[in-house]
């Protein structure tokens, strides 16, 4: 699809990304680290190697728990 991005988001320990929503559906993959990431309200612990899926409009943020990186289709 030609409006497809992927996108590769490295972030140090500690650092966040404050509640935000995108406009599409996204999923990513988690290549490296520990992440908080925070869904309507619910806190999932995700690692190396989780998939997660959420729709356009939710609200969502994250924080790393270590060196982190994921790699994100939307």
Do not use: C, R, W, Y
Not at 23 to 35: L, N
Not at 52 to 60: D, I, P, T
Request: charged residues 25%.
């Amino acid at each position: 699809d030609e409006n497809m991005q992927v996108i590769i988001l490295n972030l140090p320990k500690g650092e966040e990304l404050k509640p935000h929503i995108s406009p599409v559906d996204a999923f990513f993959v988690i290549q490296q680290g520990e992440v908080e990431f925070t869904l309507e309200g619910e806190l999932f612990l995700l690692k190396k190697g989780d998939l997660f899926h959420f729709k356009a409009k939710q609200l969502h943020a994250l924080k790393a728990l270590s060196d982190f990186s994921m790699l994100i289709v939307k």
